[in-house]
């Protein structure tokens, strides 16, 4: 057990997918996991372990924004041995040929800063994916028949931007979509040596406007999931 996870020893997989949201990691394992077991619920932050084609795969809320998922992902990791860490989550696309319910594999992730920030003071250190899971993501994108997207994406430190500059800025140089959460992952697994990807749905777009309805999420979500999944395993 750690501060901010209960599970015992070995009952987290090497596995793990993330997602923001703790009920959207008790839908994801119901959904896509073979007898799944609760094996968190501190702070009711939820996560689960089953199996997936015979593989074990955790599947564990991450929280908003980088310092959440920063507690996370470094217990995870260092406390609990996991090797291959994935952020399944919602994205704001930020160029018009990204549509909502599109997917986008987060090659890498720009950020004006992260929790790591204090580590690296004047580095501007480059996140990025591990290309194996990026590479098999994408493979992966295909069979579900989901519009992929691969490429940088916004890791903002709020949700309420009032930078429309930045904005404008992020879109002029191909940045795909924002989230609040991929760039400290990728920075961590950088220096752990261990895998980590996002691959997140569309649920609103920056520049039209367009928004996905809460209800429809849950099932555009799935594709994201599956994803995952099999690059996870592929």
């Known amino acids: 057990m750690t501060v901010h996870i209960g599970a015992e020893p070995g009952q987290i997989a090497e596995t793990v997918l993330m997602p923001g949201d703790p009920l959207r990691a008790e839908w994801a394992a119901n959904t896509f996991l073979?007898?799944?077991?609760?094996?968190?619920?501190?702070?009711?932050?939820?996560?689960?372990?089953?199996?997936?084609?015979?593989?074990?795969?955790?599947?564990?809320?991450?929280?908003?924004?980088?310092?959440?998922?920063?507690?996370?992902?470094n217990e995870l990791i260092r406390d609990y041995g996991a090797k291959t860490l994935i952020r399944i989550g919602s994205c704001g696309a930020m160029q018009e040929h990204v549509a909502v319910r599109d997917v986008i594999v987060a090659m890498t992730a720009s950020s004006l800063s992260t929790p790591s920030r204090g580590?690296?003071?004047?580095?501007?250190?480059?996140?990025?994916?591990d290309y194996g899971l990026l590479n098999a993501a994408v493979e992966a994108a295909k069979g579900t028949g989901a519009p992929c997207h691969v490429g940088g994406i916004y890791s903002s430190d709020v949700f309420y931007d009032e930078r429309p500059d930045l904005t404008e800025m992020m879109t002029r140089h191909g940045i795909l979509g924002v989230e609040m959460e991929a760039a400290e992952l990728y920075n961590l697994a950088a220096r752990h040596g261990v895998r980590a990807l996002a691959v997140l749905t569309v649920s609103d777009h920056l520049l039209t406007k367009e928004a996905l309805p809460s209800e429809d999420r849950q099932s555009t979500f799935g594709d994201m999931v599956q994803i995952a999944l099999e690059a996870a395993f592929s």
């Open 34 to 73: 073979d007898d799944p077991v609760c094996v968190n619920r501190v702070r009711g932050m939820l996560g689960f372990t089953g199996t997936w084609k015979g593989n074990r795969v955790t599947i564990h809320g991450s929280g908003m924004g980088m310092p959440s998922l920063s507690i996370y992902a």
């Open 119 to 129: 580590i690296f003071r004047e580095l501007n250190f480059a996140p990025c994916a």
